[in-house]
């Protein structure tokens, strides 16, 4: 009996299950092999997955956002550029709708498919463009995008300084009488060597800095900092008020001199150097300057300074400049004899507003941005706050502090 069984199942007996098996393995492969090529809906044989399949030949992508960028921003006005690249999708009766987050954020009847979107706030976005039918069915999508957008609060960079000169900025603004609301002020401290006017800006981190990126005149054109924006350093000493700009500006333009300078790109700084006497005076009058700085177009054109009120040609200032990869550098001394009776003393408190007048294509003034939120010019009542203080040698304090720190090691 048993032989008889063994016989019975030689190979050629179980030929017909071996055959059956390989065919099930067939099968299977096959079957993960087209689930990876099609959408896994394609196998439902619902109508809706075949007109996914019928145009799948559309591509979709958005070129931007980037996948994983990470937007670091310093005001809610900046957006994220979308741009959308397509295939055959033109000439359709569909829509091309955008949705972030889950959420439509702008409906393209046509192209060109780019798009400046302002975010909602800080977070993590994805972002897919569908093609849409006239029901809002999706008949494809794009690929998604997954970005982070960050807001920095780079607005003032100011320095922590000892408990001394903390004390008393404190105390400097305890008093004063100033317009908090038109942002925080700006500490400018004295300086016992002067900055060397020369264009380069390497004397300049000792001393706090301002970003100059609230987008002020004509805002609606502001969309980036990479479009304008900048940083502003100042000191001071019995001399005369020094600053240093560095602009980020994508198109340079500064055709202009004289009382012309702020139709082309250039800097603005208003003072308002008594606060408390005419506090209730909206418009510029005998205590207000407003100063326009030029970088000069670095081809026959020089750098210079105009005080556009009261209209007239400075005294004794001294400027430099420099064009950067990015836009231009701004060095410049103002002595004191230009603001007539005022100059700066310890623990002083005034108006002071920075600007960035751009012009990039345009034969006037496209976008101003400010350090204040918001500027205009001939109105003292929206203007930031400086405030001057004599905290010593600066140079002096961060040298000790670095023998200290390699004493320590
Ligand atoms: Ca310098
Ligand atoms: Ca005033
Ligand atoms: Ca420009």
Do not use: H
Request: glycine share 6%; hydrophobic share 40%; charged share 25%.
């Amino acid at each position: 009996m048993r032989r008889k069984y063994n016989k019975y199942t030689s190979i050629a007996d179980r030929f017909p299950f071996i055959a059956f098996i390989i065919i099930l393995g067939l099968s299977i492969f096959f079957l993960f092999v087209f689930a990876e090529r099609f959408p896994l809906n394609f196998f439902s044989g619902s109508q809706a997955s075949q007109i996914v399949k019928e145009t799948s030949d559309y591509s979709i992508y958005i070129i931007s956002p980037s996948n994983k960028q990470v937007f670091e921003f310093v005001n809610e006005n900046e957006s994220v550029p979308v741009e959308i690249k397509s295939k055959d999708i033109e000439n359709l009766d569909y829509k091309l709708k955008l949705l972030a987050n889950g959420e439509a954020i702008r409906t393209f009847n046509s192209p060109p498919y780019e798009y400046n979107w302002n975010p909602p706030g800080p977070g993590e976005y994805e972002m897919v463009a569908n093609l849409v039918d006239d029901n809002d069915r999706v008949i494809a999508s794009s690929n998604s995008v997954s970005f982070i957008v960050q807001y920095t609060s780079q607005t003032l960079e100011t320095i922590e300084r000892s408990i001394d000169i903390e004390e008393k900025k404190k105390l400097a603004l305890k008093d004063a009488v100033y317009r908090a609301q038109n942002g925080a002020p700006i500490f400018s401290f004295k300086c016992y060597t002067p900055p060397v006017i020369d264009g380069v800006i390497d004397e300049w981190d000792i001393y706090d800095r301002a970003q100059i990126a609230n987008p002020t005149i004509k805002k609606e054109n502001f969309s980036s900092i990479k479009d304008c924006s900048g940083i502003i350093y100042t000191c001071w000493d019995d001399d005369a008020f020094y600053f240093a700009v560095i602009v980020t500006d994508d198109v340079f333009s500064q055709n202009y001199t004289g009382n012309q300078i702020n139709n082309g790109d250039s800097v603005k700084l208003v003072f308002d150097t008594d606060l408390e006497g005419d506090f209730n005076i909206p418009f510029y009058n005998s205590d207000d300057f407003d100063i326009d700085f030029s970088p000069g177009n670095f081809a026959g054109i020089l750098p210079e300074a105009f005080i556009y009120f009261p209209s007239r040609a400075p005294v004794g200032v001294e400027i430099k400049s420099a064009k950067t990869a990015g836009g231009y550098i701004i060095e410049a001394k103002i002595p004191w004899e230009n603001f007539i009776s005022f100059g700066a003393r310890d623990m002083l408190v005034a108006g002071f507003t920075a600007s960035i007048f751009d012009t990039d294509n345009l034969e006037t003034t496209e976008l101003v941005v400010s350090t204040s939120p918001q500027f205009e010019i001939y109105n003292v009542t929206i203007l930031g706050t400086i405030v001057f203080i004599d905290g010593g040698d600066l140079m002096l304090t961060i040298k000790t502090e670095d023998e200290t720190g390699s004493g320590e090691e």
